[in-house]
Structure formats: structure tokens, C-alpha cells
T-cell receptor
């Protein structure tokens, strides 16, 4: 089936550094990807919509200069957390819409656990 | 997107049938109902989707009454591995637009031995 591969699965970084998270669609083209963050015991919160070849659309309250999204190809979207702080520690998940021979809906990456120390 | 209301948590025992009901009073004519499952430290996984009446797949059944203001996810003979959070989502899914998915709080299902 259609798979979205997300890397890394876990990352620990020092406060003030930047971290890049990659999301790849393995056997389909994803013109649109979505980025979520999830705190413990809470639901997924949509951060932004990533569009191939254009600027991402951010949800209200999400700092676009802090969470840089790049969607340079039809199979890769990246989320960079810049100048990370401990409060950015969270579980980040990407999602893509699967359109192949028919519409399969949405699939999600396995998530990235970010810990900022 | 229609707002959904689900129980925050549920407990059940292995081998039992579990029914999780979701209320979506403001569902629109074009809206589909979709359920996702999420295990700890993993991304959500699609379970089932329906528009009306009943849908069944190898994992679950989805019951939707005629007024479509609610839906019930039915998991037959649950096992410990069904312990997860279940999300009910209502929106225009599987259409020719890239609609973003907004998650509600979900139902935390805990299966006991």
C-alpha cells in the first residue's frame, strides 16, 4: 500500500539548534502534505499544509519562521524546527493524500519524537 | 468541518465487542465519516469510512443511522492490541480536493485481560 516514510523517528537536540524532519511518499506523488504536532495525552494539532512548489499554509498561532516547511518535490516535504527550545519537544507527524489509480484518502507517517534539552 | 463528540475513554475486556459512538449533529450533506486508530508514538492509521447505513471491513464495522447525526464504530472480539486512541472525523474526504484533517480529542480505549 501507499506509504509515507518519516525520519528520524527520534531526535534529541540541544536548545538553540535546528532540527530537520523528513517525510517521503514512497510509491506515490504527494502534491500536498500536512504537518501535525502532538503533546502527550492530547490529540493531533494541525500545524501547516505543505504544497509542492509553493509556500506552506500555516494554521493560526503557528510561527512560520520557527517551523520552516519545504516541499521541493512531489515525494519529499521537510519540517525544520529552528532555534529549538524545550517547549518545542513534541511528537511531530506528517500526512499525505494518496492519489494513485484511485483515491485512497490520507496516510500518516510514523512520527518523530523531538526532545529538546 | 463538522464538530464531533466522542467519549474521552472506554474500558473493555478481551473477547468483547466494543462500540464507540461519535456524535456529529452538524454533519453536512457532502460529509463522510472516517475513523482512525492511533497507537502510542505512532501515526494514525485508517480504519474505516462510510457515508450512510453500514460499512464493514476486515477490521471493524461502521453503523450510521438515517439522520447521520451520529455513527458507531464496532470492533468485534477485541484483544489487548486494540488498546489505542480512536478518532472520529467528519468532512469531505476522498473528494477531488486536498482537505486538511482536523482531529478531535478521540476516545482512549483500554482493553483489559
Amino acid at each position: 500500500g501507499a506509504v509515507v516514510s518519516q525520519h528520524p523517528s527520534r531526535v534529541i537536540c540541544k536548545s538553540g539548534t535546528s532540527v530537520k524532519i523528513e517525510c517521503r511518499s514512497l510509491d506515490f506523488q504527494a502534491t500536498t502534505m500536512f504537518w501535525y504536532r502532538q503533546f502527550p495525552k492530547q490529540s493531533l494539532m494541525l500545524m501547516a499544509t505543505s504544497n509542492e512548489g509553493s509556500k506552506a499554509t500555516y494554521e493560526q498561532g503557528v510561527e512560520k519562521d520557527k517551523f520552516l516547511i519545504n516541499h521541493a518535490s512531489l515525494t519529499l516535504s521537510t519540517l525544520t524546527v529552528t532555534s529549538a527550545h524545550p517547549e518545542d519537544s513534541s511528537f511531530y507527524i506528517c500526512s499525505a493524500r494518496i492519489k494513485k489509480d484511485r483515491d485512497y484518502g490520507y496516510t500518516f507517517g510514523s512520527g518523530t519524537r523531538l526532545t529538546v534539552v | 468541518l463538522a464538530k464531533t463528540t466522542q467519549p474521552i475513554s472506554m474500558d473493555s475486556y478481551e473477547g468483547q465487542e466494543v462500540n464507540i459512538t461519535c456524535s456529529h449533529n452538524n454533519i453536512a450533506t457532502n460529509d463522510y465519516i472516517t475513523w482512525y486508530q492511533q497507537f502510542p508514538s505512532q501515526g494514525p492509521r485508517f480504519i474505516i469510512q462510510g457515508y450512510k447505513t453500514k460499512v464493514t471491513n476486515e477490521v471493524a464495522s461502521l453503523f450510521i443511522p438515517a439522520d447521520r447525526k451520529s455513527s458507531t464504530l464496532s470492533l468485534p472480539r477485541v484483544s489487548l492490541s486494540d488498546t489505542a486512541v480512536y478518532y472520529c472525523l467528519v468532512g469531505v474526504a476522498f473528494m477531488n480536493r486536498d482537505d486538511k484533517i482536523i482531529f478531535g480529542k478521540g476516545t482512549r480505549l483500554h482493553i483489559l485481560p
